[in-house]
């Protein structure tokens, strides 16, 4: 329970103490207090609509997007007391804050400081980062964001098995903003919640609109920051509701980078989507993180075998590890889909060491939904 006394050091800042921590372990206790600011920031983000006065007779009601700056401690890691709290809790969230926010009142940073005491990294300099969190904020009301759509190909045929959206976003002065920038950015600012419930949402909708015939499939990236939300596969059930789709269509890609079997709650949701029926795969396979382990703990449908291999399959020792991993993709059931496929040479490489699945440019490069509905057609 909350302590009945909460310090507090600034106007916006308040440290609650949570009794019964001394006794808790690290990871417990980490798992459990980022529990906690889950729910803290969904009540902070609930939207409060606000009337303001425009004219006489005019009134616009302005729902203003709310995020919370939270720091969890263990006691472990401030045992010389309360002055020392104050002082890490305040240079962790001075670190967060470097970021550039056009309204502190309106926007702020959230993380849990982990029990290793690391924070997030800040975004590089010179990103125009000052002025884009509120932006992408509005971004797809002001249908500036949107999703573009990758085909998939089987490279025996070259018939297309599915469609990957990619989200894209066009800045009305910054221009095209890149998504590894901007995804991070919601990531970062609290919005990747419902930046992604919107790109699934809106591509769905549009892959339904397609009318394409099963067994094809709609693959959606997914960001680690959504697994953690308890009510994620809540959200993607409703999204497939609201797109009269069936859960076997949508494949949500997951980057390898994710530890997956480390995590309780990205385990909880990864179960729940497994219960739901919805396609997992995972992305970026073969660099990184290795999540060997979670192939046995989780039922995938799919490894995406990293760009990087790709084009390094001039090397044999490339060659040999993704026919080793076309192996245990075939004796796991999964399918295995090769990533940025630019040329004949490569297609012809893989095809050869027996992966059945591709994307990339030599097939179609990401398409706007008008574009892609046309090249559909024209198969």
Known sequence: MLDSETERFFC???????????????????????TLSLAVRQMVEAPIPVCIAIGPQQRLIYNPGFAALIGALHPRQFGEGLDRLNALLTERLFQATRFPLPDESEAAVFFVWDQDGETPATPPPGSDSAILPDALRVAAQDNRLCVHYQPQVRLTDGAVVGLEALARWRHPTLGN???????PLAERTAQIGRLGVWILGRSLLDFASLGLPEPMRLAVNVSPL??????????????????GQIPKRLELEITETTQLGDDPQVAHALKALEKLGVGLALDDFGTGYSNFAALTKFRFSCLKLDRTLVTGLDDERNQMLIRSMVGMAQNLEMDLLAEGIETEAQANILRDLGCELAQGYLFSPPLPFGEIRDWLDAR
């Not at 697994?227 to 497939?240: E, S």
């Open 226 to 243: 959504q697994l953690r939300d308890p009510g994620f596969a809540d959200q993607v059930a409703r999204c497939l509701d609201d797109a």
């Open 177 to 183: 903003v890149a998504p590894d920038i901007f995804i």
């Open 12 to 34: 916006d800042l308040a440290i609650p103490g949570i009794r019964g921590w001394q006794d808790t372990p690290l990871g417990a206790a980490s798992a459990w207090s980022e």
